[in-house]
């Protein structure tokens, strides 16, 4: 589970990633950049879920790159439960990346996490609790049709 994999760099270590993040970064130091981190899954026909978390900077105005990792769960979920365990993904890998990036003057970029909820849909029920789990871990959370982290990009891979 310490290997990312890259649509650019292919798969890559942890300490890979995170040189490759410090790289984009550094090599434009006049812009904004955005680290959000965002889980999707679907449902494997009752045979499992399929997880896929994200971790994309956004150099804001021009684009970005992004890392992530696939996970298959075994057991299956009710859509509530995936949510759940998609946001719970996703705040693992924010104090993972974190805790990577701890001293290279990563905090003073904004951190988001985005989750694959709204208000309109399904997940419109528990919206507020998973926005309040994100909170509650001291983070930005950003739902649907903001939350491109999971929507767009994570969901390409699960």
Known sequence: MNTFYSPTYGMLTQETMREKMLEFMSASKNHLYTLII???????NGSGVSFATAVTIHRVGEGGIYFFRRFIQTTSLVLQAR????????????????????????????LEIHVDVGENGKTREFMADVIGMVHG??????VKPYSFGASKVADRHT
Not at 38 to 44: A, E, Q, Y
Not at 93 to 109: N, P, R
Not at 137 to 142: D, E, I, N, Y
């Open 137 to 142: 871990s001291g983070f930005k959370a950003k």
């Open 38 to 44: 965002g889980t999707d899954s679907h449902s494997n």
């Open 83 to 110: 949510i759940f365990q998609e946001v719970s993904y996703s705040l693992e890998i924010a104090d993972e990346v974190l805790t990577l990036l701890q001293g290279d003057g990563i905090s003073k970029f904004n």
